[in-house]
Structures are given as C-alpha cells and as structure tokens.
Nanobody, 116 residues
Framework: QVQLVESGGGLVQPGGSLTLSCAAS?????????KAWYRQAPGKQREYVAS???????NYADSVKGRFTISRDNAKNTVYLQMNSLKPEDTAVYYC?????????WGQGTQVTVSS
C-alpha cells in the first residue's frame, strides 16, 4: 500500500519561490518507484510537471523547464519540487504521484497560488 502526503504549498508573489515536499509510505523500496509531480488549475485537466524515474532519468514539462527542479531523498522516502521564478499561470493544486509499473498512486494535493 502506498500513501503520499504533500506539503509546502501556499501563496507567493510572482517571481517568488516555493518548495513542495511529498512524503511517501510505500511497500518495498522507494527507489523502485517512478516519481512525478502533476498539477491541476481551476477548470483545466491535470497536467504533467516533472518526473524522476527509478533509473534516475529526469524530465520536465516545457512550461516549467529551467524554473522547477525535481529531486528525491531516498533515505527519507521524500520527493521534492523546487519552484523558482513563479508565474501566475503556475497557480494550481500540485499532486505527487508514484508509479510501480502496475498502478499510479496519488497524494491529496497541495495548493499553490501565485498572485500579487
């Protein structure tokens, strides 16, 4: 069974920074899971933000490339999303996701609002 708890969201001004955390409780080894962040803005579909595969391959959506950084701490079973140079269009609920090759597991989400 996999449980994910995101934290770190909040209100930030344009150009500001936030770091999201996703603490995972997993069966097996945390390193075996593919890890990702998604987001969903009001009235829009959930979209991919960034991923860190079990083999260490990192990818980003074009909209966040150069501004966001995904990382993980295997000792803490935690995935992070460092977000810099935030824009109003980054406003969304951010979700952490783990995939073990058979199923996707989701957290409850954390709200990020970018506004002056």
């Amino acid at each position: 069974q996999v449980q994910l708890v995101e934290s770190g969201g909040g209100l930030v001004q344009p150009g500001g920074s936030l770091t999201l955390s996703c603490a995972a409780s997993v069966s097996g080894f945390f390193t075996f899971y593919n890890k990702a962040w998604y987001r969903q803005a009001p009235g829009k579909q959930r979209e991919y933000v960034a991923s860190f595969t079990s083999r260490g391959i990192i990818n980003y959506a074009d909209s966040v490339k150069g501004r966001f950084t995904i990382s993980r701490d295997n000792a803490k079973n935690t995935v992070y999303l460092q977000m810099n140079s935030l824009k109003p269009e980054d406003t969304a609920v951010y979700y952490c996701s783990l995939n073990d090759g058979r199923a996707n597991y989701w957290g409850q989400g954390t709200q990020v609002t970018v506004s002056s």
